[in-house]
Nanobody, 115 residues
Framework: QVQLVESGGGLVQPGGSLRLSCAAS????????MGWYRQTPGKQRELVAS???????NYADSVKDRFTISRDNAKNTVYLQMNSLKPKDTAVYYCTAEVRGLNRWGQGTQVTVSS
C-alpha cells in the first residue's frame, strides 16, 4: 500500500506564505512522479504542481511565479512552498504519486486564506 503523509495546512492571511510537506516511502519517492492537487466543494480536483524523480517540474498557470514544488532526497519528502497566497487558493490540498498509471492520494490538508 502506498503511504503519503501530508502536513502543513492551516489558516493564513492574504499575501502570506505556507509550506506543505508530503512524506513518502523511499521506493515511491525514487521511482514515480509526485505532485500536489487541490479541491474545493463541488469542483473537480485540479493539478497544482508536479515533479519527477529527475527534478523536472510543472505548474498550473494559476500558481506560476507564486508556488514552488521541490524534493528533499535525504528525507523522502516533497514540498509545496506557497507565497503571495490569495483567497482563491483556499482548498483541500492532496499529495499524489503516479504509480503504474494511477494516482495514489494522501489524506489531504486544508489551506484557508482569509483575513
Amino acid at each position: 500500500q502506498v503511504q503519503l503523509v501530508e502536513s502543513g495546512g492551516g489558516l493564513v492571511q492574504p499575501g502570506g506564505s505556507l509550506r506543505l510537506s508530503c512524506a513518502a516511502s523511499r521506493m515511491i519517492f525514487i521511482t514515480y512522479p509526485m505532485g500536489w492537487y487541490r479541491q474545493t466543494p463541488g469542483k473537480q480536483r485540479e493539478l497544482v504542481a508536479s515533479i519527477t524523480s529527475g527534478g523536472n517540474t510543472n505548474y498550473a498557470d494559476s500558481v506560476k511565479d507564486r508556488f514552488t514544488i521541490s524534493r528533499d532526497n535525504a528525507k523522502n519528502t516533497v514540498y509545496l512552498q506557497m507565497n503571495s497566497l490569495k483567497p482563491k487558493d483556499t482548498a483541500v490540498y492532496y499529495c499524489t504519486a503516479e504509480v503504474r498509471g494511477l494516482n495514489r492520494w494522501g489524506q489531504g490538508t486544508q489551506v484557508t486564506v482569509s483575513s
